[in-house]
Nanobody, 127 residues
């Protein structure tokens, strides 16, 4: 089992920045990738970004490319999502997720591939 705990959400004005963190514990050696997803009210959960845990390759949705940055601190088993130039449409609950290393796919935006999920953190961007 892998436990994930997000932090760093909050209220920010449009154009502002926030940094989300996701701390993993438990069987962290089994993690192959970590991703961020978000869900706005009345909408389906959607992919935001992901990072391959061993190689460090990163993947993005078109809606956040150039504004968000994902990084990892392997020593602390923590992933970060730096969000810049935030827009009201970025308002959502943001979830951290971990994919096992045994799931060998180069498609990182596939939600069912992620086995472990955090509880979510609210990000609200005011206009």
């Amino acid at each position: 089992q892998v436990q994930l705990v997000e932090s760093g959400g909050g209220l920010v004005q449009a154009g502002g920045s926030l940094r989300l963190s996701c701390a993993a514990s438990g069987r962290t050696f089994s993690v192959g990738a970590m991703g961020w997803f978000r869900q706005a009210p009345g909408k389906e959960r959607e992919f935001v970004a992901a990072i391959n845990w061993s190689g460090g390759s990163t993947y993005w949705s078109d809606s956040v490319k150039g504004r968000f940055a994902i990084s990892k601190d392997s020593a602390k088993n923590t992933a970060h999502l730096e969000m810049n130039n935030l827009k009201p449409e970025d308002t959502a609950v943001y979830y951290c997720a971990a994919r096992p290393s045994t799931y060998r796919s180069t498609t990182y935006n596939y939600l069912p591939g992620y086995e472990y999920w955090g509880q979510g953190t609210q990000v609200t961007v005011s206009s």
